[in-house]
Nanobody, 124 residues
């Protein structure tokens, strides 16, 4: 069981930056993959990024690489998503997720553990 709590969302002007955090508990860090997804109003959930248990390898959703950076600090059992040069179309609820699968996956259904989400709103 992995419990996840996101924080760091808020209202920001276009061009600004945010760092989202995902505090995990219930299982030793470094034993599960972490990922970020987002869901904008009226749209399907979208894969943003994933990171391996050790933090060495990352994957990003199409067209998102460059402005988004996923990382983790296993000593703090916390994951992060840095978002730079925010755009109004980045407005969404951002979710942290975790999975014990041994290979990379961008499918939300492969992640059994989810946080409640944190709202990011970007004004133009």
């Amino acid at each position: 069981q992995v419990r996840l709590v996101e924080s760091g969302g808020g209202l920001v002007q276009a061009g600004g930056s945010l760092r989202l955090s995902c505090a995990a508990s219930g299982r030793a860090s470094g034993t599960y993959r972490m990922a970020w997804f987002r869901q904008a109003p009226g749209k399907e959930r979208e894969f943003v990024a994933a990171i391996t248990p050790g933090g060495r390898f990352t994957n990003y959703g199409d067209s998102l690489k460059g402005r988004f950076t996923i990382s983790r600090d296993n000593a703090k059992n916390t994951g992060y998503l840095q978002i730079n040069t925010l755009k109004p179309e980045d407005t969404a609820v951002y979710f942290c997720a975790a999975t014990l699968t041994s290979t990379f996956t961008s499918r939300g259904g492969d992640y059994p553990y989810w946080g409640q989400g944190t709202q990011v709103t970007v004004s133009s």
